[in-house]
């Protein structure tokens, strides 16, 4: 059963009614970000119910001691993660001596949480009587500034209802913090001072072991009724705390307001000895801007976001606000600011996959990122991958690889491999092949060949290495294979010969050809310069050609179909339609070695490769593996109803595609997996985008431009979306009976419409 307590709503996510059972859920679900810090949706003031406190600052992390029973060889040191930073935005509050806490008040009502997607802020408001039978009214509103990025703001008022009451505000900032995953429980952070200035205070912490300094920061303000009041504070601290009181006498019908401005400076991004000064510079700034100036820029800075990336849906609420919240969280994550970030799978909404970048930044985001922000954005997160090369190519050979070739890690902060499941680590090579496609992607839909000569050759030469020297040749087949490995169906280890990752050590191998062939033709001093370093041979490159030549592909002749991997046919094969529903989810039901036996596949896996490499394949072929695969896939990951929806729909099956883009859009807002209170599905949401825009829209690059083959689901009305194709902005209306484009720009653009050419002029409607 999945949850359904998120009102329905075109541009918010609405919860009504106090229910403890949610509130870890719903602090992932409301959670809020900028880009370059990000909290969990914790309560302000006390709270002893069941929580998971979080807040997390973008590229500040800690590598954590790996923990196992037994030691391998080439087994990463650590898992490097993203780490609860110190909290900055508690306010308890204490009315006639009693603390105001949800979890132990006489009543709670009128409840509700409101994160508006279109603004960027989210609210809180309720009715509450406390035991001493104090009744108040509380309000809050509070966001993380996306134009002053290293500020947030609260703004928390107080009504007393029915009496008059001493109530006492007390802001405070904690830097004596745990992260909930920790494998030793290792103390992540260390505090160096505790200070304050007038209304300011700072706390000043430096990570253990990675030594980044961080200065947290405050700033209060409280007023009656509208009016700021001079109060006088008192000041508790500790060595890892700092915590200003205000008390005040609140008559009976009165507001009280704490306006609290907050965040942290980074030596990341200032000198780590002028933390304090730049912070006391941004309080002092926020402050003089004042609550509601910032909130208006806050308003602006999303008008633009959306401007581009909005996705509107007509006649079906629930899909419409299940997309919106996937494009927000997007934006939330990351914008493209910092080309030392990434995207994690959870973003800044839980400590799981400990906050590092996966190939699911490759496969699933930058199509998203390429299509809603200028192409730099997309660059950056390839020139992320161009920066940890040498940490590869270290990867690579630590498992014994020679010469250059380069293995990128599962899990990375900074280029080095983090990850500490065997299966993973050393199994589940696929991602050097998404790094590649990446590349790829990038040329084919930006028309940009300028980044391969600059960076792109020498990571594909390091792949195509690392696939060279990976295969092995088995007399048994008279081809060569891949032994031992893990595929994105992550419910099947150490297999032989994933249909999928051979096939893109195959495709890397050519790509990497091609584009050396390419370079050497048109770009002389850079191919010098490449080849100089690489030290690649005419010997070298015939041996990988033969490699990828003589590729060995499992292949069943009964069911002419690709195998997922050899032996995939000894399976007892039982689809899940036949499968006892309370045995799901079956990671959660299971034991692993169940689970390695079953056919059930957690992702697309063999499908995967059919999305990446469309154009190898026929309608048919695609028709036939999809049918094969499809009844066997039980969506355990949430990177895979997306990729499904998209070939239903490229397969006319409507009501299937529809299915998956619900189960995609709304994976966390309804919970579909049972696991939305350890954080949301960051990076998956992206293929939310796609099952939009390339599943229902058809979009597609062909004949080096756009090309749409629109669809629509029989519960939508119409749905329209932007794409910057080239530096010009495509808008794409779809409606049950036509389609509109519409073309911002200065050039005409000619694209592709169910195969026929179209012709589409700057600031001129064409409908198809």
């Known amino acids: 059963m999945n949850q359904d307590y998120i009102q ?217 009724n509208g009016k700021t009041l001079e109060s006088k504070k008192s000041i508790n601290e500790t060595v890892d705390s700092i915590e200003f009181q205000y008390e005040n006498q609140v008559n009976k019908g009165d507001m009280i307001t704490l306006t609290k401005f907050g965040g942290y400076t980074v030596d990341r991004n200032h000198d780590k000895n002028e933390l304090v000064s730049v912070a006391n510079k941004i309080l002092s700034k926020a402050a003089q801007l004042g609550f509601d100036a910032l909130l208006e820029t806050q308003k602006e800075a999303w008008a633009k976001i959306w401007d581009m990336a909005d996705i509107t849906i007509e006649g079906d609420v629930k899909a419409q606000q299940g997309i919106r919240f996937n494009i927000f969280q997007l934006n939330q994550t990351y914008l493209g600011k910092d080309a030392r970030l990434n995207i994690g799978p959870k973003g800044f909404t839980g400590e799981k996959y400990g906050g590092s970048t996966y190939w699911d930044t490759e496969a699933y985001c930058i199509p998203f990122y390429m299509a809603t922000k200028d192409q730099e954005v997309a660059r950056k997160l390839l020139t992320y991958r161009y920066h940890h090369l040498d940490k590869a190519i270290e990867n690579a050979g630590k498992l014994g690889f020679t010469n250059g070739a380069a293995l990128y890690p599962m899990v990375t902060m900074n280029g080095e491999e983090c990850h500490n499941e065997w299966e993973i680590t050393f199994e589940e090579i696929h991602r050097n092949g998404a790094i590649a496609f990446a590349i790829y992607n990038y040329y084919r839909y930006t028309g940009d060949y300028s980044y391969i000569p600059e960076k792109g050759l020498e990571v594909l030469i390091g792949i195509a290495r690392f696939w060279h020297q990976r295969a092995n040749f088995s007399t048994a087949h008279d081809k060569y294979v891949i032994l031992g490995v893990t595929g994105p169906n992550e419910y099947e280890n150490n297999v032989n010969n994933n249909w999928y990752t051979n096939y893109l050590a195959k495709w890397c191998i050519e790509y990497a050809i091609e584009n050396i062939d390419r370079v050497k033709e048109n770009y002389d001093s850079d191919y010098t310069r490449i080849m100089n370093k690489a030290k690649l041979s005419k010997n070298e490159l015939e041996k990988w050609q033969k490699v990828a030549d003589n590729m060995y592909f499992p292949y069943s002749e009964k069911h002419q179909v690709y195998l997922q991997q050899d032996g995939f046919l000894d399976k007892e094969l039982i689809t899940v339609a036949d499968l006892d529903k309370s045995q799901r989810p079956i990671n959660q039901k299971w034991s692993w070695d169940r689970i390695l036996r079953s056919p059930y596949i957690k992702q697309a896996d063999t499908l995967q490769g059919f999305y990446f490499f469309e154009d190898h394949f026929t309608t048919e072929e695609l028709e036939r593996h999809f049918d094969f695969y499809e009844p066997f896939t039980v969506h355990e990951s949430s990177l895979s109803p997306c990729v499904h929806s998209i070939q239903a729909a490229k397969l006319d099956r409507m009501e299937q595609a529809y299915t998956f883009y619900l189960r995609t859009s709304r994976l966390d807002l309804d919970d579909y997996n049972h696991e939305v209170e350890e954080g949301l599905h960051i990076t998956s949401m992206a293929g939310t985008w796609m099952s939009i825009v390339e599943g229902f829209g058809g979009m597609r690059i062909k004949k080096d431009t756009l090309s749409f083959e629109p669809k629509i689901p029989k519960q939508w009305d119409g749905y329209s979306f932007k794409v910057n194709f080239r530096n010009q902005i495509l808008k794409v209306n779809v409606t049950q009976d036509s389609t509109k484009f519409e073309l911002n720009g200065t050039d005409e653009l000619n694209i592709f419409v169910n195969d026929k050419q179209v012709t589409i002029k700057p600031n001129n409607l064409v409908t198809v």
């Open 8 to 224: 329905p709503n075109n541009w918010s996510i609405i919860e009504e009614g106090f229910d403890a059972e949610r509130v870890k859920s719903s602090e992932s679900i409301f959670s809020i970000g900028n880009g370059a810090m990000g909290q969990r949706a914790n309560f302000e003031e006390q709270y002893s119910g069941k929580t998971f406190q979080g807040s997390y600052i973008a590229g500040v992390y800690y590598p954590d001691k790996t923990r196992v029973g037994w030691w391998k060889n080439g087994y990463p040191e650590y898992f490097a993660k993203v780490l609860n930073a110190p909290n900055w935005i508690g306010i308890n509050v204490t009315i006639n001596g009693e603390a105001l806490d949800l979890a132990n008040c006489k009543e709670v009502k009128n409840f509700r949480r409101e994160l508006n997607m279109k603004e960027g802020w989210l609210s809180r408001s309720f009715e509450a009587t406390l035991h001493n039978f104090i009744e108040v009214k509380v309000e809050t509103k509070r966001f993380l500034s996306l134009e002053m990025d290293e500020i947030g703001a609260i703004q928390y008022n107080v009504t007393v209802l029915n009496n008059d009451a001493q109530l006492i505000f007390a802001p405070y900032l904690d830097a004596g913090i745990t992260n909930e995953d920790s494998n030793w429980d290792d103390k992540f952070w260390n505090t160096l001072d505790v200070s304050f200035d007038g209304e300011q205070a700072f706390i000043t912490s430096h990570t253990m072991k990675t030594k980044f300094h961080v200065c947290t920061m405050m700033q209060s303000q409280v007023a009656l």
